[in-house]
């Protein structure tokens, strides 16, 4: 499995926009990228998968350049309800189960 | 739709004693997978399963045992609870189709002493 790393923790505003960056440089060919949040004491909840250049969904925004070597999670104009922890995958196919890092904790300040 | 559920939400165990978490899901997912998240840590897999009559090990699978007899259940055997399985568990589903997104229940808080 492709090892992720991304900061450990972030400190925005609300109304900011905020980028998350995760590094897997050994991401391999059929490798999806996905990121899930997690609000405390919840199960982490999906948010975007992409494989390469951008996609948007109605609460974020995904960019992958070329290389596929890294991918940031955009999420525009925060809010304090966005305070959660951040997880950012890599794998594929059927057989795949999600295997998490740490993640980000992002903390929005009023 | 239920989706993912766990039982129970809370437990207190003595060290010694074994118990059952359970998880039950009702999206006909082929995968299902147990984690456990310490503080401040991300999650860690336990075991999982691709289908019925079908488990393996995760990262973390000591003190732990698993059985899938049916799509709907994966159920968790803490076999001899020790202070180190203090924790919350999640348990999660997917489809066994390319690049489906995980879903998970909203956890057990699991405190032994």
């Known amino acids: 499995l492709a090892k992720t790393t991304q900061p450990i923790s972030m400190d925005s505003y609300e109304g900011q926009e905020v980028n998350i960056t995760c590094s897997h440089n050994?991401?391999?060919?059929?490798?999806?990228i996905t990121w899930y949040q997690q609000f405390p004491s919840q199960g982490p909840r999906f948010i975007i998968q992409?494989?390469?250049t951008k996609v948007t969904n109605e609460v974020a925004s995904l960019f992958i350049p070329a290389d596929r070597k890294s991918s940031t999670l955009s999420l525009p104009r925060v809010s304090l309800s966005d305070t959660a922890v951040y997880y950012c995958l890599v794998g594929a196919g059927g057989s795949y189960i999600p295997t998490f890092g740490r993640g980000t904790s992002l903390i929005v300040h009023p | 739709n239920a989706g993912v559920t766990q039982t129970p939400k809370f437990q207190v165990l003595k060290t010694g004693q074994s118990m059952t978490l359970q998880c039950a899901q009702d999206m006909n997912h082929e995968y299902m997978s147990w984690y456990r998240q310490d503080p401040g840590m991300g999650l860690r897999l336990i075991h999982y399963?691709?289908?019925?009559?079908?488990?393996d090990q995760g990262e973390v699978p000591n003190g732990y045992n698993v059985s899938r007899s049916t799509t709907e259940d994966f159920p968790l055997r803490l076999l001899s609870a020790a202070p180190s399985q203090t924790s919350v568990y999640f348990c999660a589903t997917r489809t066994g189709a390319t690049n489906t997104e995980a879903f998970f229940g909203q956890g057990t808080r699991l405190t032994v002493v």
């Open positions: 050994n991401i391999a060919t059929n490798d999806y």
């Open positions: 399963s691709v289908g019925a009559g079908i488990t």
């Open positions: 992409g494989y390469k």
